[in-house]
């Protein structure tokens, strides 16, 4: 089981594998038997995954719904049993296959030798006993699993199968059989006496081979789609070397705790995330991340579980385990996108419901036709048969999932997470994206590029703020605090700090109440910053940044510093617009930085609209403004105060950045997660969900032309049996192996 409560609220999400299905109808029955299981708020099948994920009040109610599984007619598993499972012989389940060409063969020779002008058709007691292994010992699984859907008032592959083959076989004994037991048919005396009649027996046989065979290739063809679920499962080692007392001793990963040191040598896994304690290293995170090229981590650098260790020994000190790592993280998010139904799906849903009862009427109409139109039985019930035979759900069951899982597979590889269906189906219509701009167009790392102190020289003013700043995390703290300490200035510890949202920070600093934040704030303070209007204009119109710094006094409000930073656009960060522009898609850069700034880098990027002195709860206004003028808005951010703007956004995309700062709020508000700090992933998420949804509709209208050509080819005469059976095989694995052709992608 896998039980997850993603809040305090009282649902909690429970994993099922499922064993048995085969189609679309199938999914459709699963789902409908969890929803009546009392206390499930919602439930969705995969066929691709062969699992179910049910929303439900009570974590104790998975014996129940295994139940409704198993009373369903299918078999209740793990929930990673089909990942499980990749790991068996190519060939694995291929034995029944081989056994049912091999009794096949000899039933289809005489079509070989009518080529020929040869007559190689068997005596009927020969075709009977190849043919009627195949079609109750092979196909047992199809009569099975159609008992149990005509139990359940419904139907599905199977039974379509089973009733098709099953016709076919008694067709032929009732024409080996009938004239010895009830009297040669009337159409026999137009039959010359030395002539065997034609029996089906090879049709029956073939039919039930041929679906054996494609849902082998189906199986092995959903093995590759899980490739990168494997792959993410593969990067935890088993065993870590605990630091303790006694040196170092293998423990099994799941014994490690947080606080524990652990020893990793050159070539080997990080086996959990932690803080490099000892050592210096280059660690490869391709598969974490997507960068191909090794990082560099030195003494304090985080390091994540699943990623490789370069040449140096290592010590960390443990700071996630379990599914608290980044990788846990990583894996949870892909599978909830390959588990998740895109809203398209919703209308295969619809078709499903209905299509094996439509199939049937069909199928019965075709009969009832053939007759009356002064054909004979044998004639009109083939045409039934192969009506019955070329039908296939499959194809339409596994058109999404298929897409998804391969689309989102692919994306993972290459460091973009996507959440959710709705967002991998929602990316490829965005036609604005709108930034954030510190950490996100640029390297988040500003430099204190000027100070200009009024009434303090410079290394006083440089103190005060360094101290009062000590205690924050903020990227202009840092900076302030690097000044200082480059200049060695001596920095006291700040009291009653206070971070004031949107403008910046107060606290007392050896007796002296300091305010230092953006000049919009200075202004509503009442500050005077006359004196210093100009120089902070002239900083600005050169793009930096201007902050102030300013002490409470009895008297008021004074000013103490201007203090203007620099930061540098990420690499890449042009190329990633320009990429977009040169789709049609429009930029906007969303920033709470004053406008000389903002503007400033919009020029050097190259974006078609700023939104500056943005305060952070005023993001997400902005988001909505934009979508109020009609088209489709994407959001990328990296920090806490981007996750509103994220949520409002239809598709929001959270970047990671290297110190993890506010990426975790970021990643829950959004529904594409850039594992890398690079703007050009935001090209790279649009275009792998163009290319997902693109293949998406080529499987659907695959299927349902497939169906809709096949079933009226199948009821006009013009398909045989054993030509339908090859088709509906068919169809199935190559509406897969299209989903496959998107593993080939590559952000460009």
Known sequence: MSTETPSPATTSTIDIGIGGMTCASCVMRVEKALKKVPGVDSATVNLATESARIAVHDPELEPRLRRAVRDAGYEPLAPSAAIDAVDVSPWAGFAPVGLGLALSAPLVLPMVGDLFGKDWMLPALWQFLLATPVQFILGARFYKAGWHAARALSGNMDLLVALGTSAGWALSMWLWLGPQWFGAPDHAAHVMPAMAPHLYFESSAVVVTLVLLGKWLEARTKRQTTAAIRALHALR???????????????????????????????????????????????????????????????????????????????????????????????????????????????????????????????????????????????????????????????????????????????????????????????????????????????????????VPVGL???????????????????????????????????????????????????????????????????????????????????????????????????????????????????????????????????????????????AMAQRLGLDDVRAEVLPGDKAAQVAALKAEGLPVAMVGDGVNDAPALAAADVGMAMANPNGGGTDVAMHAAGITLMRGDPLLVAGALDISRRTVAKIRQNLFWAFAYNAAGISLAALGYLSPVVAGAAMALSSVSVMTNALLLKRWKPD
Do not use: Y
Not at 311 to 317: K, S, Y
Not at 504 to 527: D, F, K, N
Not at 577 to 582: D, E, I, N
């Open 237 to 451: 080692p088993d065993t870590a070397h605990l630091l303790g007392r006694d040196g170092e001793v293998d423990v099994p990963v799941n014994e490690v705790l947080v606080g524990d040191k652990i020893v990793v040598k050159p070539g080997e896994r990080f086996p959990v995330d932690g803080t490099l304690l000892e050592g210096r290293t280059q660690v490869d995170e391709s598969m974490l991340t997507g960068e191909p090229l090794p990082v560099t981590k030195e003494v304090g650098a985080k390091l994540a579980g699943g990623s490789i260790n370069g040449e140096g020994r290592v010590v960390l000190q443990v700071r996630a385990v379990g599914v608290d790592t980044v990788l846990s993280h990583i894996i949870r998010l892909v599978e909830d996108a390959q588990a998740a139904k895109a809203p398209i799906q919703r209308l295969v849903d619809q078709v499903s419901a209905v299509f094996v009862p439509v199939v049937l009427v069909i199928a019965l109409g075709t009969l009832l036709a053939w007759v009356f139109t002064g054909h004979s039985v044998e004639t009109a019930l083939v045409h039934a048969v192969a009506v019955l035979v070329i039908a296939c759900p499959c194809a339409l069951g596994l058109a999404t999932p298929a897409a998804i899982m391969a689309g989102t597979g692919v994306a993972a590889k290459h460091g973009i997470l996507i959440k959710d269906a709705q967002a991998l189906e929602l990316a490829h219509t965005v036609r604005v994206v709108a930034f954030d701009k510190t950490g996100t167009l640029t390297v988040g790392q500003p430099r204190l590029t000027a100070l």
């Open 457 to 599: 020289v410079d290394d006083e003013a440089l103190g005060l703020a360094a101290s009062l700043q000590s205690g924050s995390e903020h990227p202009l703290a840092h900076a302030v605090m690097a000044a200082a300490k480059t200049k060695s200035i001596e920095v006291h510890a700040p009291t009653d700090v206070q971070a004031v949202p949107g403008r910046g920070t107060q606290g007392v600093v050896a007796g002296r109440t300091l305010l230092l934040g953006s000049l919009r704030w200075m202004a509503e303070l009442g500050v005077d910053a006359a004196p210093v209007a100009a120089r902070a204009a002239q900083l600005q119109a050169e793009g930096a940044t201007v902050s102030a710094m300013a002490e409470r006094t009895d008297a008021g409000v004074r000013l103490l510093a201007l203090l203007a930073f620099a930061d540098e656009p990420k690499p890449g960060a042009k190329e990633a617009l320009a990429t977009l522009k040169a789709r049609g898609i429009r930029t906007v850069m969303i920033s709470g930085d004053n406008r000389g700034a903002a503007e």
